[in-house]
Structure formats: C-alpha cells, structure tokens
C-alpha cells in the first residue's frame, strides 16, 4: 500500500501563488509517476500536472492550466509539490495528489492512478 498525504492548501489571494506538498510513504518503490488533480463543486475531477518519479524531471500538464503550474519533486524527501501561479477564482477547488503504479506515460485521466490523497482545500478569494 502506498500513502499520500497533501498539505498546503488555505486561502490564497487572486494573482497570488500557493505551493502544495504530498508526501508519500509505504511501498513507494515502484509508484510512477506521480500526478495533481482537483475538483470543484458539482464538477468532475480534472487533471492539472504530473511528473516522473524516475528519469526525467520534467513535469507535463494540463494544456489549459500550463504556464500557471509548475510540478517539481525531491526524491529524498518522498514528496512532490504543485505549484499555482497567477491565482484565479476559478482554481477553487479540492486538490488531490495520486500516484500510479503502472509507469504509465503522461498519465492525465484518474482512472489510470491507483492510490489517492485526503485532498486539501484550495480557496481563491479577495
């Protein structure tokens, strides 16, 4: 089993910034790679960037979010974090770290992860 623990989340100002965390633990040898998904109220769960935990470091993204996210991780500290830039209203949302084990390619659909966070409440608002 592996565990995932978010944290970071509050209330961010619009055009702010915010940095999530997720820490994971347990069998995390094979988890790869590593994703950010968020859900609003009565909206569907939608991706928003992820990144190999092997390899590479470069993350990949949603198309309508790149250039406000960034996705970085440190290994030795089991714990990749999300980035949000240029904060809008729009962002509100429930974030939620999860993890695959398969060594998917990009994976961007939540059907293709296999364990998941707690989530943590992102609020953007004057």
């Known amino acids: 089993q592996v565990q995932l623990v978010e944290s970071g989340g509050g209330l961010v100002q619009p055009g702010g910034s915010l940095r999530l965390s997720c820490a994971a633990s347990?069998?995390?040898?094979?988890?790869?790679?590593m994703g950010w998904f968020r859900q609003a109220p009565g909206k569907e769960r939608e991706f928003v960037a992820g990144?190999?935990?092997?390899?590479?470091?470069?993350?990949f993204f949603a198309d309508s979010l790149y250039g406000r996210f960034t996705v970085f991780r440190r290994n030795d500290l089991n714990t990749v974090y999300l980035e949000m830039f240029s904060a809008k209203p729009g962002d509100t949302a429930v974030y939620y770290c999860?993890?695959?084990?398969?060594?998917?390619?990009?994976?961007?659909?939540?059907?293709?992860?296999?364990?998941w966070g707690q989530g943590t409440q992102v609020t953007v608002s004057s």
């Open positions: 347990g069998r995390i040898v094979g988890i790869n790679p």
């Open positions: 990144i190999n935990t092997r390899g590479r470091l470069a993350g």
């Open positions: 999860a993890a695959d084990e398969s060594g998917g390619s990009e994976p961007r659909n939540a059907v293709d992860y296999d364990y």
